[in-house]
C-alpha cells in the first residue's frame, strides 16, 4: 500500500512538472487553462480573466513593432532598450515581428543599438581604468605622506585642502589607503567643518571606527597628562631610568610627558641620562609636538638649556668629591660651613619660558655631602657647628621621592 502512495504521489508531481512546462512554452495550452480558471470564481477566476491570451499579445506585440519602425532611429533605440531590460522575450517578439515587417530597417536598427552598446561598455571600461589609475595615485600620495614626518604629514594634507574645490574628495581618498591610527591623528588637527566633509566621503563602518579609535585616544592622552602629573613628583635621578629611553614610553608620549614637566625639572631629568641620541630625538619630537599645535617652539631649546646647566652642575660636582675626598675632613667641614651659611651666592639662568634655574652654595654644599660615604659624612658633620650640623642632618635625612 505504501508503494502504491508514493508512486502515486510520484505520478502526480510528475503530470504536474510536465502541465507546468505546457503552460509555459505551448500558446494553446495556455490559452485553454487560462479559459477555464478564469471561470473559477473568487481572485483565481479574476486573475486568469485578466490574462491576455496568446492572440491577444501577438497582437500587442504587432502594434509595439509597427510604432517602434514608425518613429526615429534613436527613439527606437531607447524603446529597443527598455523592452530588453524589462522582458527578454517580449524584446525578441517584437524584433522578429518587426523583421517581418521592414527587414532593412530593422536591420539597421539593431546595428544602432549594437553599436550604441559596444560604445556603453567602452565608455564604462575606460570610466573603471580612469578610477583604478586614480587609486593607484591616491594610494602612492598616501605612501608618500606616510614616509614623512608628523608636520611634514600634516603640512601635505593642509596643502590638499587647499587645492581645489573638491579637495575634500581628494583628501578622503588618500586617507583611504592610511593606517586608522595615523588618520584619527590628522583630521583631530584639521578643521571640523572639514572633518564633516571628509566623513561624507568615507564607508560608514570606516567612520564609526575612526569615532571610536579618536574617543579611545583622547582618553588614553587624558591619561598621559594625569600619569605626567604624578611623575613631575619624583626624583628627577631615578625618574631618567624610566624616561631616558624608549621602553616604557613612546617618543611621542614622553614629548608630551617632558612638556608637562617644564623645561626646568625635564632638563633636571635629562642631565642624568647619559644617551645623546636620545635627547636629540626627544627634543626633535617636542619641537613637531609644539609645531602641530600651533605653539611657540622655544621649549626645546629652554630644556636643553636646563640640561646643560644641571649636567655641567653635576660634572663640577663629581670633580669637585673627586678632590675633597683626598682633603682632610676638617677642613672639608669648614669649606661646607662657609658655602652653606653664604646664601647671597646664588647662580641663576633665566629661560626664554621665564623660569629660572638657580645653584646656589648652600644647595651645593648639601650635594657635596651626600656625595661621600656615611664615615665621611659622619666625621664632616662631628667638625660643625651643632646648629649647622643639625640643619644638614635634616636636609640629608629628607626622603628622596620615588
Avoid: C
Avoid at 74 to 95: G, P, T
Avoid at 102 to 118: G, Q, V
Avoid at 159 to 180: C, I, R
Amino acid at each position: 500500500m505504501k508503494k502504491v502512495i508514493i508512486a502515486l504521489l510520484i505520478s502526480i508531481l510528475i503530470i504536474g512538472a510536465f502541465a507546468t512546462l505546457l503552460y509555459k512554452t505551448v500558446a494553446p495550452f495556455r490559452d485553454v487553462v487560462g479559459a477555464l480558471l478564469s471561470n473559477v470564481p473568487g481572485s483565481i477566476g479574476e486573475h486568469f480573466s485578466a490574462l491576455p491570451t496568446s492572440e491577444e499579445t501577438e497582437a500587442q506585440v504587432l502594434r509595439v513593432a509597427a510604432y517602434i519602425l514608425d518613429i526615429s532611429a534613436d527613439r527606437a533605440i531607447d524603446k529597443l532598450n527598455a523592452i530588453k531590460s524589462e522582458d527578454r522575450a517580449i524584446y525578441d517578439r517584437v524584433v522578429k515581428a518587426m523583421l517581418r515587417a521592414d527587414p532593412n530597417k530593422t536591420e539597421k536598427l539593431l546595428k544602432s543599438l549594437r553599436e550604441s552598446a559596444f560604445e556603453e561598455n567602452a565608455l564604462l571600461g575606460t570610466l573603471q581604468k580612469i578610477d583604478e589609475e586614480q587609486d593607484q595615485l591616491d594610494k602612492a600620495r598616501a605612501e608618500f605622506i606616510m614616509s614623512l614626518n608628523r608636520v611634514s604629514a600634516m603640512d601635505e594634507i593642509k596643502s590638499m585642502l587647499d587645492e581645489s574645490p573638491n579637495a575634500v574628495q581628494s583628501v578622503a581618498a588618500v586617507l583611504k589607503h592610511m593606517p586608522d591610527q595615523m588618520v584619527v591623528d590628522i583630521l583631530k588637527r584639521l578643521r571640523p567643518t572639514d572633518v564633516a566633509a571628509i566623513y561624507l566621503e568615507m564607508p560608514s563602518k570606516r567612520v564609526l571606527d575612526l569615532k571610536a579609535m579618536a574617543e579611545k585616544s583622547e582618553i588614553g592622552e587624558q591619561e598621559l597628562l594625569q600619569t605626567a602629573t604624578l611623575l613631575a613628583t619624583k626624583s628627577p635621578k631615578k625618574l631618567a631610568q624610566t624616561l631616558g629611553n624608549e621602553d616604557v614610553y613612546s617618543i611621542e608620549q614622553l614629548a608630551t610627558i617632558y612638556q608637562v614637566f617644564g623645561a626646568k625639572f625635564g632638563g633636571e631629568v635629562l642631565s642624568h641620562v647619559d644617551d645623546d641620541e636620545f635627547v636629540s630625538k626627544l627634543a626633535n619630537a617636542i619641537v613637531d609636538s609644539q609645531k602641530l599645535e600651533g605653539e611657540s617652539d622655544y621649549f626645546s631649546d629652554d630644556l636643553l638649556k636646563s640640561l646643560n646647566i644641571f649636567r655641567e652642575y653635576d660634572d663640577n660636582l663629581g670633580e669637585l668629591v673627586k678632590i675633597y675626598n683626598e682633603v682632610d675632613e676638617r677642613k672639608v667641614a669648614d669649606i661646607i660651613k662657609r658655602l652653606y651659611w653664604n646664601s647671597e651666592n646664588v647662580k641663576t639662568y633665566t629661560l626664554k619660558n621665564g623660569e629660572n634655574v638657580e645653584i646656589s652654595d648652600k644647595a651645593l654644599a648639601v650635594d657635596l655631602l651626600k656625595s661621600f660615604s656615611s664615615k665621611k659624612i659622619a666625621t664632616i658633620l662631628s667638625y660643625l657647628d651643632n646648629s649647622i650640623s643639625t640643619d644638614i642632618s635634616t636636609k640629608l635625612a629628607l626622603p628622596d621621592l620615588d
